[in-house]
């Protein structure tokens, strides 16, 4: 792994600190912390002493305490018919808090009179400390059924706030709780008071702009922030790793005794190689109390060569990576284009567009354009998608739209023009990439989407004359008939979005060169003429559980970077790799872990190897593959570089990697030295003996410069051939003559010539768990006969859709495989579940996946028997109940089978028919199914 990058542990120097502490409180995120743990809750009376509220009818102050306006006990509150015209609620915090402003819910606003009319706020330490820092005043307020009053603060801090409403006259109907009392507050004030009742430290680190992202040669500094419940002293240590797991750096650093407040701890890391970095930092507390804890932290941070260029240098550069703005900043492209990445894909519909009193707001829009445009020196490729309800066919498609209108249906041609061409016209002269759509074969007919291409394309045009316009397709049938019906009229380019079917698999198991050649193709061959290609998504999730947890960031790491070299060796025009941040809300879902940026805006390492990749290439030309041997791959790209007198020489960039293994190959380059740089930008330079390189290859790629002419003579012909390529499996099924009242027994000769279908698992027995599966079809249905082998059948204790628990078998069936989108189920895709055995004693058979759960397959007919070792079935599927009015003859469905056991005394065991565990959640991976 090119360990021998390192120049050894560099020193790591400490900014001294001394003398009193810094109460650094930057920008954070406002959060309630009026009902956060910890918090006491009491009223004052008239003389300002704490009281228990008996005169309010809530004695023991649950009003203020339960969380809740709306319940019983609120019916009772302060202000239900009372005489009290004040009341003053108290909020003791277990610690200093900073809050920003005050919120006031006034509920049930059916009246022009609301619940106070007037609230004085104070802050202090203490009941004798307390000062007033604002007041709110109740001129005039219109009836409303909700209304928020919001009161800002400035600066103030301190661990009690006292609110005193006053009223003018007593209301019949008002009540206020904690629900209504909302003090906003930055986060870290939250974890102050979680700290300070546990006894505990807490450090935290400031992120440096942009994303930690610093120049190379230069220090990385970091502001670490210390935070102790009582005072006493710290000791911190930090530990730098650089992306192979190696320490590169490390520092302690121990601080005098200081004041319970948070601290500032400087510390600069010197003489970091390029690359990504995770920062491992530990707080060592000691109180004066004799108390003891300690906090931990990890973060990352990036070393790159960093670039200040215009959009139209980038482009004259050779610059061809960006990437996919979801879930981004400007501060995280800010870091992509300091690295070099300039492209950028971005949304440019319906979604940045509203209206305010029946007039275009075009806000959200505007602000995209400067912060990425102007502001930033971006290259855009702008996704035209969807339209608003003015542009919406009522005569084709009925008065009140259906969910997801906006996708899935073709828009009025006038209406909509006009709202394209006033997009366009807000996009700066010096943008002129355009794509249409986004996935239009997830929802619209080939014929429909052509029709919303060529318009798309004319109204473009229209405004923007130089403008490269194409649509963005992909799977091959699809687009093949979006041809036919014109979709390119007019076209400049294709956008793909080329993700391996899975989203696991590597750029090389799943084809994406051939891939790529096949579009162009198929672009001579129904066009006479080819297209420029551009990729504005593609990409590998890092979540941290479920399915996809298995995909690490150094896989993600290593597949963005090599799908990025077979591109660019394919000619694609820009690479946009999705994409560029991620929420990380759900930890099991794939589509909040895509991102190069993290939720908290650091780097991932993937960010640094695209940067570095980029910077190796780019401007380059692809000379073609170098035959190294089997599973190797091996790309040689020619750049110019210039010299300091203007004459310029080829330099020739071999990258080497291979996929999922180690391999050993040797190189005789005919030269005496060559610059070996890893996946990260660290360089070493390589003296050659007796014309001899020897390398131990990974699947992370690496970059050989400072070859001759010589080596361009190993140059072949051809997309390189790899073992470990996934191809989608392919059936063919006959027709079948079946009664109308099924008998598997007496069925069984009809079955006995139909092609067999094994469903297995290599590490399962297949006497204790197997079967043979076989599909046909008649004008009305599509059968599937099961012969079972079980060594304990029948264990199903489960009905419903939890029958899956149990003995049972499941079909992936797609009625149209050529549209499947990776990774997901649609509206095409069905997944049958099936059992004999159910706890309610009969056969169960219905949809079981989230789309089609619950619909009627009343038509769907079952014969089940049970053998001594296992069990035989056939089951008739409606074509109806799968979109399919009459089925013909060539017609292409998709088909899986999936096989559940369970046994007594061992867990479930599920084995399927192309050996996955995806199927339940993934179309794209499905055999297709040919009738005849």
């Given at each position: 792994m090119m360990k021998a990058f390192l120049k050894g542990v560099s020193a790591l120097s400490c900014a001294a600190f001394l003398g009193a502490c810094s109460c650094s409180l930057q920008a954070q995120t406002l959060v309630n912390i009026a009902n956060a743990p910890g918090v006491k809750y009491s009223y004052l009376d008239e003389k300002g002493n704490r009281t228990d509220g008996s005169v309010y009818k809530d004695k023991d102050c649950k009003l203020l305490s339960d969380g809740s306006s709306e319940n019983s006990s609120a019916i009772a509150s302060a202000y239900r018919a009372q005489k009290a015209k004040t009341v003053s609620v108290l909020f003791e915090f277990p610690a200093r808090i900073h809050p920003a402003s005050l919120e006031f819910e006034w509920m049930w606003g059916h009246n022009p009179k609301q619940w106070f009319d007037r609230a004085v706020i104070s802050i202090g330490d203490n009941l004798n400390s307390l000062k007033t820092v604002a007041s709110y005043n109740h001129i005039d307020r219109v009836k409303s059924n909700s209304v928020t009053i919001k009161v800002p603060l400035e600066k103030v801090e301190g661990s009690m706030v006292l609110v005193t409403f006053s009223q003018d006259a007593a209301a019949d109907v008002y009540q206020f709780g904690i629900g209504d009392i909302r003090i906003m507050a930055p986060e870290g004030d939250l974890q102050a008071m979680k700290l300070a009742s546990e006894k505990r430290p807490h450090l935290r680190v400031d992120r440096e702009y942009p994303c930690n992202i610093f120049e190379l040669g230069k220090d990385a500094k970091l502001r670490f922030h210390a935070l102790a419940p009582l005072k006493g002293t710290f000791v911190l240590k930090a530990n730098v790793y650089n992306y192979y797991g190696d320490l590169s750096d490390t520092a302690e650093i121990s601080l005098p005794a200081i004041a319970a407040s948070e601290t500032e701890i400087p510390l600069s890391f010197k003489a970091l190689e390029p690359g990504y970095y995770s920062v491992e930092a530990v707080l060592e507390w000691r109180g004066e109390d004799g108390g003891k804890a300690e906090d931990r932290l990890n973060t990352s941070i990036g070393m790159a060569k960093t670039f200040k260029r215009s959009a139209a240098e980038a482009l004259e550069e050779g610059c061809r990576f960006g990437i996919q703005t979801n879930f981004g900043s400007p501060e995280s492209f800010e870091a992509c284009t300091v690295l070099g990445l300039q492209w950028f894909r971005a949304l440019l519909c319906y979604g940045l567009f509203a209206e305010k009193n029946g007039q275009e707001d075009w806000t959200r829009l505007d602000t995209l354009i400067s912060e990425y445009c102007v502001k930033r020196p971006g290259i855009g490729l702008f996704e035209i998608k969807t339209f608003p309800l003015s542009c919406y066919d009522s005569e084709r498609y009925g008065k009140e739209p259906v969910k997801s209108w906006v996708t899935n249906t073709v828009p009025l041609k006038e209406p909509y023009q006009k709202f394209i061409r006033e997009q366009i016209k807000r996009v700066p002269a010096n943008q002129k990439y355009f794509e249409v759509w986004n996935e239009p074969w997830d929802g619209l007919k080939p014929e429909d989407f052509a029709k919303i291409s060529v318009w798309t394309t004319e109204a473009i045009k229209q405004v923007r004359p130089n403008a490269v316009v194409g649509p963005n397709l992909g799977p091959g049938a699809y687009t093949s008939k979006a041809i036919d019906a014109g979709a390119f009229a007019g076209a400049d380019m294709m956008t793909v979005h080329p993700y391996s079917d899975d989203f696991r698999s590597s750029p090389e198991a799943a084809g994406l060169r051939e891939r790529i050649r096949g579009l162009h193709q198929l672009f001579k061959e129904k066009l006479g003429r080819d297209l420029p290609l551009y990729v504005t998504e593609i990409g590998w999730p890092t979540p941290p559980e479920g399915p996809f947890s298995g995909n690490s960031e150094k896989l993600q790491a290593r597949y963005i970077v090599r799908s990025s070299l077979a591109l660019y060796a394919e000619d694609v025009k820009a690479v946009m790799p999705y994409c560029l941040g991620q929420s990380e809300k759900d930890k099991n879902e794939k589509e909040h872990f895509f991102g190069f940026v993290r939720n908290d805006m650091t780097p991932k390492p993937v960010l640094l190897a695209y940067?570095?990749?980029?910077?190796?290439?780019?401007?380059?030309?692809?000379?073609?593959?170098?035959?190294?041997?089997k599973d190797v791959g091996a790309m040689l790209f020619k750049k110019k570089k210039k010299s300091f007198f203007g004459s310029s020489t080829i330099e020739r960039i071999l990258v080497l990697y291979t996929d999922n293994a180690e391999k050993s190959v040797l190189l005789r380059p005919g030269v005496s030295q060559l610059t070996v740089t890893d996946i990260m930008g660290r360089e070493k330079t390589v003296d050659l003996k007796e014309n001899r390189l020897s390398l131990r290859l990974s699947d992370d790629p690496i970059?050989?410069?400072?070859?001759?002419?010589?080596?361009?003579?190993?140059?072949?012909?051809?997309?390189?051939?790899?073992?470990?390529?996934?191809?989608?499996?392919?059936?063919?099924?006959?027709?079948?003559?079946l009664p109308e009242k099924l008998n598997v027994e007496s069925d069984l000769a009809v079955w006995k010539s139909a092609s067999e279908i094994k469903v297995s698992a290599k590490e399962i027995k297949e006497n204790d768990a197997s079967a043979i599966v076989k599909a046909a079809w008649d004008e009305k249905y599509l059968y599937f006969f099961m012969d079972v082998t079980d060594d304990q059948p029948g264990i199903n204790g489960h009905s419903g859709y939890d029958l899956w628990r149990g003995d049972a078998i499941e079909f992936f069936i797609s009625s149209n495989p050529d549209v499947a989108v990776p990774g997901f189920l649609k509206q095409n895709d069905y997944q049958l579940l099936f059992s004999p055995f159910s706890s309610k004693g009969s056969p169960e058979a219905f949809f079981s996946d989230a789309i089609h759960r619950g619909q009627d397959i009343s038509g769907i007919k079952y014969s089940v028997k049970q053998k001594d070792k296992g069990w035989i079935a056939e089951i008739a599927v409606p074509f109806k109940s799968l979109g399919i009015e009459k089925p013909s003859k060539s017609m292409r469905l998709g088909m899986e089978a999936a096989l559940d056991d369970l046994d007594q005394k061992e867990a479930r065991v599920q084995m399927s028919s192309n050996g996955r565990h995806d199927n339940a959640f993934n179309a794209a991976v499905w055999s297709v199914l040919i009738l005849e």
């Open positions: 940067a570095n990749m980029a910077r190796m290439i780019d401007g380059s030309e692809f000379a073609g593959d170098v035959n190294l041997g970059y050989i410069s400072g070859f001759d002419g010589e080596i361009d003579k190993l140059i072949v012909s051809g997309v390189p051939q790899w073992s470990n390529v996934y191809k989608r499996g392919e059936r063919k099924i006959s027709g079948i003559k």
